[in-house]
């Protein structure tokens, strides 16, 4: 299965960056919890293998957009984010 995005620009907080600036990592666990909540409480679900956007408002991340990936077989939600605030690649 392919799971590389097209080409454009991607949201990432309150920016939105070229995707050849961009790569994914693993989101800090304070970050995937306001990213869980927010899909749950969009009713939107975040399915496995496949990316999606998600609008989130919270006191740390006011109206704030994110890519979300799941990955098959991990535990984590992955975001795609600026090359330069990755730490660990996904």
Not at 13 to 36: G, H, I
Request: one cysteine or more; aromatic letters at 6%.
């Amino acid at each position: 299965m392919d799971h590389r995005l097209p080409d454009g620009d991607y949201p990432f907080a309150d920016t939105r960056l070229p995707l050849s600036e961009m790569a994914m990592m693993e989101a800090p666990m304070a970050l995937e919890e306001v990213l869980r909540a927010a899909a749950a409480n969009d009713g939107i679900e975040i399915i496995r293998d496949q990316p999606v956007e998600l609008r989130c408002v919270s006191r740390d991340f006011p109206e704030a957009t994110f890519i979300v990936f799941w990955p098959s077989g991990a535990q984590r939600l992955n975001i795609l984010a600026p090359k330069s605030a990755v730490t660990g690649r996904a």
